[in-house]
């Protein structure tokens, strides 16, 4: 857990923690915007396995507003995963179905 309090923002470290312990390969985080992301495909987790997982961890925590989006460039495959917080739905902030943020 201390790697994780050092290394990983307060606002994000609940996510990023269950994400790690469902074997969910997370590399960078972002608190005050909300965001994880990490590698799927050979040697970690595959497509479907990583949304299904996703979907489990968030219900889990009771995060209802959320986009998890999957990119592969070449042989580069990651994935990202954005929350939408109440601030930004206050904010008319919205995910549309590419999964950006406005």
């Known amino acids: 857990m201390t790697w994780l309090n050092e290394n990983v923002e307060p606002e994000v470290r609940k996510v990023v923690k269950h994400l790690r312990m469902n074997g969910i390969n ?15 495909g050979p040697p970690y987790q595959q497509p479907d396995v990583l949304e299904d997982t996703v979907v489990t961890v968030m219900a889990t ?3 209802k507003t959320w986009c998890l989006r999957m990119v592969r460039y070449g042989q580069e495959r990651t994935w990202h995963l ?3 917080t109440p601030k930004m739905r206050k904010q008319g902030r919205y995910l549309d179905v590419e999964g950006g943020l406005h």
């Open 82 to 84: 954005q929350i939408l």
């Open 26 to 40: 997370t590399t960078q985080s972002c608190g005050h915007r909300m965001w994880v992301d990490g590698d799927y």
């Open 61 to 63: 925590l009771g995060i």
